[in-house]
C-alpha cells in the first residue's frame, strides 16, 4: 500500500524542514537578513515646540492688554506645555465643562472655527486672535465669527444640515438627565425655528448678509453677544 | 472640574457665543466679579524655606486649607507671608498639586507621615495620580497590615474572656499554640496520620513467605493487625472530623472547605469497606477505593506552612501550567503524527498508530529514552532527533524560566487583580468627581434660586446661604446655565430623571386639558412620548412638585386653578416637602407655596421657571402679580 517513494517523500520533506530551520536559526543570529516587513515605529509628532511671536506684536494684534495676555498664556503653557494644542487635548479640555454631556462634536467645530489655517492644531496666536474677536471685537466681527463656526465647509453658506449638525452637537452637551426629556426631534425643530427666522428669502440657505441682518434685528441675541464682555 | 482647566474657562465662555445666535430665549447674567483684583504673588514659608505662588493658583482648590481662608489663620503680619511649621519636603508635593493637578506620592516618604501632612492640608489622598496611587495603596496596606499584627498579637496575649466553648475550640484548632491541649491534640492527629500513612506503605512490602504458598505482602500475612492499626487511625480522624465540624462558625463552608474534603475522603474508604466486605462483585472497586487512602498525607498540609503554600502556589499558576501543558501537547501530537508517518514504511514498526506514537515523542521530547521504541528509517531517524532536540528546548529551557515566572507572574497577577479593583474604583471617583461637579452646579442652581427667591421676598441682607462658591465655580455655573437656557432644557440629577419617568407613566393623562393635549389622544405612557415642548398642564404640576421635592428651599410656586386629579398628590408631596423646608434662618413666618403657571403659547417660550431672567423686563412685573395669587397652604 504505501509505495517506496512515499518514506522516500518524507525523506525529501525532512531535509526541507532541516534548511528551513537552518535559515531561521541563521537569520536570528543576523548573519543574513529574510526581513521584509517594515516595523512602524510611531514617532511622536508632537514633538514640535512652538513658541509664540512676541508679547508686543500680540498685543498689537488683538484687543488684549500685556498683563492679560499673560495670564493667558500661563494657562495656556500649562495645559499645552508643547505650544499648540491638537484636537484631542481641545476635546479633552472641553469636556471638563460639561461633565453632563458629550462635548465632543461641538468642540470638533469648535477647534476648526479656531484654527483659521486648518493646520490641526491651534497655536497661542490662533487662540488669542479668536479670543480677542469673541471677547474684544464688535459685534459685526463676533457675528461673523459665528457665522463661521456654523458654516462647517467653510463654503460661505449655512444649510440646514449644517445647522442640524451644531444644533444637535449643542443638545449633546446636555447629556440624558435633561427636565424635560430630550426627544429626537427637539434638535429639528430648533433648527426649523432657527432657518424660519434668518433665511429672510427663504431659499433653503443662510448666507452672511441674511446672518447678520436677522441677528441684528434680533433684540435677545445682541443683548447676549454683549453678555461676555468682562469674562476677561 | 479640574484646577488645571480653569484657565481655560475664559476660553469656554467666550466660545459660548456660538451658542447665542440659536438660542430662543434670553441668557442669565454673568456673574460679578466682585472682588476682582490683580493676580498677586504670595510666600508661603515653610519651617524656614520659601515657596512662592500665585494666589490664583491656590485658589484652584477652595476646598483645602491653602484654597480658602483658613490660610489666614497663618498670616505673619510682620513678615507678611503664611508661616507654617511643618515638614517642606512634603509641602513640595503639596504645592506641586495645586500647580499641576496631580498629587505625587515620594517614595521615600514615610506612609504615616504623608498621610499626616494631606490631613493637615486638607486632601483627600483618593486624589494621588495614577502614577503613585499603586504605590500609596501598597504602603499603606503594609502598614495596616502592619497595624493589624501588632494589635494581633496583643490581643493575644490577654485572654479572651467571653468566648463560647465552641469558639475556643475552634481556635484551638486553627491555631495549635493557643493551649496546651490544642498543641496535645495537633501532634497526637500529626502522629497518627504518620502511622497511617506508613501502614499504607508497609501493607504492600512483600513480607517473607509462609511455606507452601508465594510470597505475600505484609498486609495479607498480618491482615488482623492492619486492620486494627486501620480502625485505630481512622477513628480518631472521624473525631477529629466530627469535632471540627461541630466547633466551625460556619458549618456549611466549612463543609466546602478543601481541607475537610480530604479529611472525607481519606476515610471514606475504610467505611466503604465495612459496608462492601461480602461483596465480590465490587471488590475490584473497593481495592481502587483504597488508592484514597493515600490522600492521608494530604492532611500534613494543615500541619505543614509550606505545604499549604506550595499548593497556593500551583493553584494561582494554573494557567501557567496549563499552557505549557497545552503546548507540550500539541508539540506531542505533531511529532507523533510524523513519527508515524515516517515508520509507516518499515516492517515490524512498533509505532502502530499515533497514539501509540505519543509514548515514543514523550520518552524522547523528556531525553528519556527508554529505547522500547525506535525508529528504523532514515526519516523518522531525522525526525526523532528533531523531536529530542525540540523536547530539550520545549522542556528543559522553560523549566528555570517557568519557576522564575512563578515569582514574577504571582505577583504580577496580583498586581492585576489590584489593578482591576482599582480601576473600578478609580473609574469610580471619576464618576464622583464628575457628578460632583455637575451637582455642584445643580446645587448651586438651588442655592442661587433660594437666595433669589429670598431676595424678591424683601431679604436682602440675607446672608448667602449655603456654601459660598468661588468665582470660577459660579463662572462655571453660569456657562451650564447659558447652556440650558440655548436649549431649553434644564439639567437634572439621575434621581430626579427616574423619577419623572415613573411618575409620567403613572399618569393617566386627561385629554381635555389642553388643546396641545388634545391633538394627542393616545399619549403613551412613558416619559420619552412627552415632547419637551409641550407645555402641558399635567407635567407641570408634577414638575413642581418633584422640583420641589429635590429642592429644599422655599420656592415660590402658583398652585393653579384648575384642578388636576394628581393635584392631591402632588399637594400631599409639597405638605411633605414644605415642611422640610423650614429654614432656621428665614425671616418669613409664613409658607407660601405656588406653582408659577406656564405661559401657553407654545413653542419656546420657557415653562415654570421660578428664576425670571433679570435681563428681560416682562416677567419681573409678573412676580407681584404672581405674589398675589398665592395661595396660602399653611400648617403643614
Keep these: ?232 | 472640574m479640574a484646577a488645571g482647566v480653569a484657565a481655560w474657562l475664559p476660553f469656554a465662555r467666550a466660545a459660548a457665543i456660538g451658542w447665542m445666535p440659536v438660542a430662543n430665549c434670553p441668557m442669565p447674567l454673568a456673574p460679578a466679579d466682585k472682588n476682582k483684583r490683580q493676580d498677586e504673588l504670595i510666600v508661603l514659608n515653610v519651617s524656614g524655606r520659601r515657596f512662592q505662588t500665585w494666589r490664583t493658583t491656590l485658589e484652584r482648590y477652595p476646598d483645602t486649607l491653602l484654597g480658602s481662608t483658613e490660610k489666614e489663620f497663618f498670616f505673619n503680619e510682620d513678615t507678611k507671608e503664611y508661616f507654617f511649621d511643618r515638614d517642606p519636603e512634603v509641602f513640595r508635593c503639596v504645592l506641586n498639586f495645586y500647580r499641576t493637578g496631580k498629587l505625587h506620592y515620594p517614595r521615600y516618604e514615610c506612609i504615616s507621615a504623608y498621610d499626616d501632612e494631606l490631613a493637615f492640608y486638607g486632601i483627600l489622598p483618593e486624589i494621588i495620580g495614577d502614577c503613585c496611587y499603586e504605590e500609596y495603596k501598597d504602603r499603606k496596606r503594609e502598614n495596616a497590615e502592619r497595624l493589624m499584627d501588632d494589635n494581633d498579637s496583643e490581643n493575644n496575649q490577654e485572654s479572651m474572656p467571653s468566648l463560647s466553648f465552641r469558639q475556643t475550640m475552634w481556635r484551638a484548632f486553627e491555631n495549635p499554640h493557643t493551649s496546651t491541649l490544642a498543641l496535645v491534640f495537633y501532634y497526637v492527629t500529626g502522629f497518627f496520620i504518620a502511622v497511617s500513612v506508613i501502614t499504607n506503605v508497609v501493607e504492600t512490602v512483600p513480607c517473607g513467605t509462609v511455606p507452601g504458598s508465594k510470597e505475600l505482602p505484609c498486609g495479607e500475612r498480618y491482615s488482623v493487625a492492619f486492620f486494627c492499626l486501620d480502625t485505630a487511625c481512622v477513628m480518631i480522624f472521624t473525631v477529629e472530623y466530627l469535632l471540627r465540624l461541630f466547633a466551625a462558625p460556619s458549618r456549611y463552608r466549612f463543609v466546602r472547605s478543601v481541607m475537610s474534603i480530604i479529611d472525607v475522603v481519606a476515610i471514606m474508604p475504610y467505611y466503604i469497606g465495612l459496608v462492601m466486605t461480602n461483596n465480590e462483585d465490587v471488590s475490584g472497586a473497593f481495592v481502587t477505593l483504597r488508592v484514597f487512602r493515600v490522600f492521608r498525607i494530604f492532611k500534613f498540609s494543615r500541619h505543614s506552612q509550606g505545604l499549604r503554600i506550595l499548593g497556593y502556589t500551583l493553584k494561582s499558576c494554573a494557567s501557567e501550567l496549563g499552557f505549557l501543558l497545552f503546548s507540550l501537547t500539541m508539540a506531542i501530537i505533531i511529532f507523533a503524527t510524523v513519527m508515524f508517518y515516517a515508520e509507516k514504511g518499515s516492517s515490524a514498526s512498533k509505532f502502530t498508530s499515533i497514539p501509540a506514537s505519543f509514548w515514543y515523542t514523550i520518552v524522547t521530547m523528556t531525553t528519556l529514552g527508554y529505547g522500547d521504541m525506535v525508529p528504523k528509517t532514515i526519516a523518522g531517524k531525522i525526525f526523532g532527533s528533531i523531536c529530542s532536540l525540540s523536547g530539550v528546548l520545549v522542556i528543559a529551557l522553560p523549566v528555570p524560566v517557568i519557576v522564575s515566572n512563578f515569582s514574577r507572574i504571582y505577583h504580577q497577577n496580583q498586581r492585576a487583580d489590584k489593578r482591576r479593583a482599582q480601576k473600578k474604583a478609580r473609574l469610580a471617583r471619576i464618576r464622583v468627581a464628575k457628578t460632583g461637579s455637575s451637582n455642584a452646579y445643580l446645587h448651586s442652581k438651588r442655592n442661587g434660586l433660594l437666595t433669589e427667591a429670598l431676595e424678591l421676598m424683601g431679604t436682602p441682607e440675607e446672608e448667602h446661604v449655603g456654601k459660598s462658591t468661588s468665582l470660577i465655580e459660579s463662572q462655571h455655573h453660569h456657562l451650564l446655565h447659558c447652556l440650558e437656557k440655548t436649549t431649553n432644557h434644564e439639567f437634572i440629577d439621575e434621581q430626579m430623571f427616574e423619577q419623572n419617568c415613573m411618575e409620567s407613566s403613572m399618569q393617566n393623562y386627561p385629554s381635555t386639558r389642553s388643546p396641545s393635549l388634545s391633538s394627542h389622544p393616545g399619549l403613551t405612557t412613558t416619559c420619552c412620548s412627552r415632547r419637551s415642548k409641550k407645555t402641558t398642564h399635567l407635567p407641570n404640576s408634577n414638575l413642581p412638585a418633584t422640583r420641589l421635592r429635590s429642592m429644599q428651599e422655599l420656592s415660590t410656586i402658583h398652585i393653579q386653578g384648575s384642578e388636576q386629579p394628581s393635584l392631591t398628590t402632588s399637594r400631599s408631596s409639597l405638605n411633605l416637602k414644605a415642611d422640610d423646608g423650614l429654614r432656621p434662618n428665614c425671616k418669613t413666618s409664613q409658607i407660601t407655596t405656588a406653582i408659577i403657571s406656564i405661559p401657553t403659547p407654545p413653542a419656546l417660550t420657557p415653562e415654570g421657571e421660578s428664576r425670571p431672567p433679570p435681563a428681560s423686563p416682562g416677567p419681573n412685573t409678573n412676580i407681584p402679580s404672581i405674589a398675589s395669587n398665592v395661595v396660602k397652604v399653611s400648617a403643614l
Design chain 1, 1 to 232: 500500500m504505501w509505495a517506496e517513494g512515499e518514506s522516500e517523500g518524507l525523506q525529501t520533506l525532512g531535509i526541507v524542514v532541516v534548511l528551513c530551520s537552518s535559515l531561521k536559526l541563521l537569520h536570528y543570529l543576523r548573519l543574513i537578513d529574510l526581513s521584509d516587513d517594515k516595523i512602524e515605529d510611531e514617532l511622536e509628532m508632537t514633538m514640535v515646540c512652538h513658541r509664540p511671536e512676541g508679547l508686543e506684536q500680540l498685543e498689537a494684534q488683538t484687543n488684549f492688554t500685556k498683563r492679560e495676555l499673560q495670564v493667558l498664556y500661563r494657562g495656556f503653557k500649562n495645559e499645552c506645555p508643547s505650544g499648540v494644542v491638537n484636537e484631542e487635548t481641545f476635546k479633552q479640555i472641553y469636556a471638563q465643562f460639561f461633565p453632563h454631556g458629550d462635548a465632543s462634536m461641538y468642540a470638533h467645530y469648535l477647534f476648526h472655527a479656531f484654527d483659521i489655517t486648518q493646520t490641526g492644531s491651534v497655536k497661542f496666536e490662533d487662540f488669542v486672535t479668536a479670543l480677542s474677536i469673541l471677547l474684544r471685537g464688535t459685534v459685526h466681527e463676533k457675528l461673523r465669527w459665528t457665522f463661521n463656526l456654523y458654516d462647517i465647509n467653510k463654503d460661505g453658506y449655512i444649510n440646514k444640515e449644517e445647522m442640524m449638525d451644531i444644533v444637535k452637537a449643542i443638545y449633546d452637551m446636555m447629556g440624558k438627565y435633561t427636565y424635560p426629556v430630550l426627544k429626537e426631534d427637539t434638535p429639528r425643530q430648533h433648527v426649523d425655528v432657527f432657518f424660519q427666522k434668518m433665511d429672510k428669502n427663504k431659499d433653503g440657505i443662510v448666507t452672511l448678509d441674511e446672518f447678520l441682518e436677522s441677528c441684528q434685528e434680533d433684540d435677545n441675541i445682541m443683548r447676549s453677544l454683549q453678555l461676555f464682555q468682562n469674562v476677561m
